[in-house]
């Protein structure tokens, strides 16, 4: 059964255009979304093929999603404040 993917756009619609405009402007936020997205993927990929993984990599994997996904939401949503 596939595992559903935590994209940036999917999980924050509302900011997709902000996601897309960021993208294309702003390198380090390609850098980092690309690398959260890679990161999300594997841990897909271990979900879904049934491989044993050791809890503590496990763990690690989803931890290090969660602290780039809330440092991109933060990027995201301080991109949308007025200068």
Do not use: C, W
């Amino acid at each position: 059964m596939p595992i559903a993917p935590h994209d940036l756009e999917l999980d924050f619609p509302e900011y997709a255009d902000t996601i897309k405009r960021l993208q294309n402007e702003d390198l380090e936020f390609k850098v980092e979304s690309d690398t959260y997205h890679k990161l999300d993927k594997q841990i897909r990929g271990l979900q879904e093929s049934g491989i044993a993984t050791d809890d503590e990599h496990y763990s690690h994997l989803k931890k290090q999603r969660a602290y780039l996904k809330q440092h991109l939401y933060n990027r995201i949503t301080n991109s949308e404040l007025p200068h």
